[in-house]
């Protein structure tokens, strides 16, 4: 029976070509990667390779011994990481929004799963360079244009017109003027016929109040409108879907602690559909 030894052996000549290849990755001479070899080929009752232009190349039983060895390799790296130990800090950024709500709820979950691991949370409106290494995985609602970035949908956030109950809003609050580009923004300032606003503020949660006061309509999330009981939807024909991406560079994206953490972002982001109405579909 081969041992992963005699696996590992065959996998490595075959990727080397060569038996000097084969003994320079396996640190070992090339003498004894031929007596190896040799016994291997008597214990399978086959050889397993023939020589091409110079080159070892597997034949069918060879290939067969090659392709077990990757599967074992492959499960012994799996193992490897699913026991590793994550250490360090790993900044993420979001709107206020997302964070308050539907992650850090969560953070212990978080902690209990990876104890060494520390996420930083930073909430703001403005883009955080992922590029120059300013954060490493941000949650946004518009997808990058450009940069070498890996996005991932995972779901919509729905905006509806929402206003204090019992009133007729007559104007409209907004977000800072850097961010009237916003669907959601477009939507509400077409609704009152072009008019600006009465009110900027910087924050989802500040605008909620603002139209829980009185000061006018706004274009607030779904769940934000239904978690209130002094706001109510204006004009439920006025709806705008955005989608919420998990955006990492690609140059980090497979750092162990960053791939632990934007699993489990993933994970308790989308967990936030159905039960807790924060999410639609993410397609």
């Not at 069918?60 to 012994?76: S, T, V």
Request: hydrophobic share 45%.
């Amino acid at each position: 029976m081969l041992t992963w030894n005699d696996h590992h052996l065959v996998l490595t000549v075959s990727r080397s070509g060569t038996i000097a290849g084969a003994a320079r990755r396996l640190g070992i001479n090339e003498t004894t990667v031929a007596r190896r070899l040799a016994s291997v080929e008597g214990e399978a009752g086959a050889t397993l390779f023939r020589r091409m232009d110079g080159k070892l190349v597997a034949n069918a039983a060879g290939r067969a011994i090659a392709i077990a060895a990757e599967a074992m390799e492959n499960a012994l790296a799996d193992a490897s990481r699913s026991t590793e130990v994550l250490h360090g800090i790993v900044r993420v950024t979001s709107v206020l929004s997302v964070i308050e709500h539907m992650i850090a709820p969560h953070l212990p979950h978080f902690a209990q799963r990876h104890p060494n691991l520390v996420l930083e949370l930073i909430g703001t409106n403005e883009t955080a360079s992922l590029a120059r290494r300013e954060v490493d995985i941000a949650i946004r609602l518009e997808r990058p244009a450009r940069g070498k970035l890996v996005a991932r949908r995972l779901g919509r956030i729905r905006f509806l017109l929402a206003g204090r109950v019992g009133t007729k809003p007559e104007g409209y609050v907004a977000y800072e003027r850097d961010l009237d580009h916003a669907p959601e923004i477009v939507a509400v300032r077409k609704y009152f016929d072009g008019a600006s606003p009465r009110a900027r503020i910087a924050t989802l949660a500040g605008m909620r109040v603002a139209v829980e006061a009185g000061m006018g309509g706004a274009m607030l999330p779904e769940w934000m409108i239904s978690q209130s009981s002094g706001i109510g939807v204006i004009d439920p024909s006025v709806s705008i879907e955005r989608p919420l991406w998990l955006v990492v560079h690609e140059d980090v994206k497979k750092r162990p602690a960053v791939r632990a953490a934007c699993d489990w972002l993933a994970e308790i982001v989308t967990g936030a559909r159905g039960a807790n109405g924060y999410l639609t579909q993410a397609s």
